[in-house]
């Protein structure tokens, strides 16, 4: 995505969080359009998200995800093609196969949403990561992150939301560094860094320089193996945390394997040392206000576009 695209989609969030706080002006932008959820893969966050944003901009929500054809042996196209014949406006798909999106958006005139293919991207997670960073460090006008280091840190190779969030961070100027064990953040993730990006395996040096810590859930079910000492060498532990500099940010995108790479009190800010602050359910917040501008910009005509 372009840089204007992505300033625009963040500052029609930043529209949507202002919104938020007027609750008797609802907005109606998308009243009598229909937005359906197809999720293949659980979900709290982005599922919840994407249903509360249609409902606040006026559409009606018909999940599919426990009507799950494909378990009939269905394909994903089909499941799509049969959605869309129903008359949706709208759908979103979370897969744990990488591109289902692109072979959804494929199989239907109706904007598709990618709430999460396999290990691939997760665009709204990295809108609202971005946002969330340039609301914590000041730079909404222009939103504009040059100067700022961030680290993402722990399983890079399985997360979708790795690739995203540093898609997006470096298109605002952010450099991004990359750190865990080399079978987690292999020489090949590179491929996803600018010319200011870099693999690091020591995360005491990071956490000492960046301004920005993205803390990633280790992906067992993607096949994620750790060594014994992944906690000692990877967790975002209290004491780790307290040499975060100061004014320092400290992100999760959740769901958290709260003691394996990040310690409770760390994850809720209640153990930082003074300065440094948890953004992780500001992301939470901010999410529902990502979904809204990404339907309204599917939907509401500012441009067409498949996330
Ligand atoms: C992420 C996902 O599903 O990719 N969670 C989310 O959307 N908030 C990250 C994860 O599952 O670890």
């Known amino acids: 995505m372009s840089g204007d695209a992505l300033r625009t989609l963040l500052g029609s969030t930043g529209r949507m969080l202002a919104h938020a706080s007027h609750p008797g002006e609802a907005l109606e932008t998308l009243a009598g359009r229909t937005v359906a959820t197809v999720f293949f893969e659980n979900s709290t966050r982005t599922r919840g998200s994407f249903a509360l944003a249609a409902q606040r901009l006026g559409a009606g929500v018909v ?84 100067g700022l280091r961030v680290a993402i840190v722990g ?24 750190v865990g064990p080399g ?60 040499r975060l500099r100061e004014g320092a940010a400290v992100m999760h995108p959740g769901p958290m394997n709260v003691g394996m790479e990040i310690d409770a009190e760390v994850a809720d800010g209640s153990g930082l040392a003074s300065g440094a602050r948890s953004l992780v359910l500001r992301q939470v917040a901010v999410g529902v206000a990502v979904r809204m501008a990404a339907l309204e910009w599917c939907l509401g005509g500012v441009g067409a576009c498949r996330p």
């Open 63 to 146: 999940d599919f995800s426990n009507a799950n054809s494909t378990a009939k042996g269905e394909s994903l196209a089909d499941t799509v093609r049969t959605v869309s014949a129903m008359g949706v406006d709208a759908i979103v798909v979370r897969s744990s196969r990488s591109g289902a999106s692109a072979c959804a958006a494929a199989a239907t005139e109706a904007p598709v949403l990618n709430g999460g293919d396999g290990c691939h991207e997760h665009p709204t997670q990295g809108l609202l990561d971005a946002y969330t960073l340039c609301e914590a460090m000041g730079r909404l006008d222009g939103f504009d992150l040059s």
């Open 183 to 242: 079978p987690l953040v292999p020489e090949a993730m590179r491929a996803i860094l600018n010319e200011h990006g870099a693999i690091e395996r020591d995360l005491d040096a990071a956490v000492e320089r960046v301004d920005a810590v993205m803390m990633l859930r280790v992906q067992f079910e993607r096949g994620a193996a750790v060594a014994s000492t992944y906690r000692e060498r990877y967790a975002l532990t209290r004491e780790r945390a307290h």
């Open 155 to 178: 399983d890079v190779l399985h997360s979708r939301v790795a690739r995203s969030a540093a898609a997006a961070l470096q298109t605002l100027g952010a450099a991004v560094e990359l």
